[in-house]
């Protein structure tokens, strides 16, 4: 279970990307672009948490190799 849960939080964070780009949009074309920065802020720190999630697995994915 250790090893699945990095992975398992990686998969959530981008899920919560891109529905919250996908929702941004379809907000954005519905109320225009003013009234739904927020939520594009969401996203991008939903994308970045992503990918430090996906960095630092990769990283210890790489010192536990180098260990064996």
Known sequence: MKKKL???LEIIWLLVAIFSILFAIVRTYNFGFKENIMLYVV???AC???GSRRY????REGINQDRK
């Open 56 to 59: 630092l697995r990769k990283t």
């Open 6 to 8: 990095p992975f398992l």
């Open 43 to 45: 996203a991008m720190l």
């Open 48 to 50: 970045l948490m992503y």
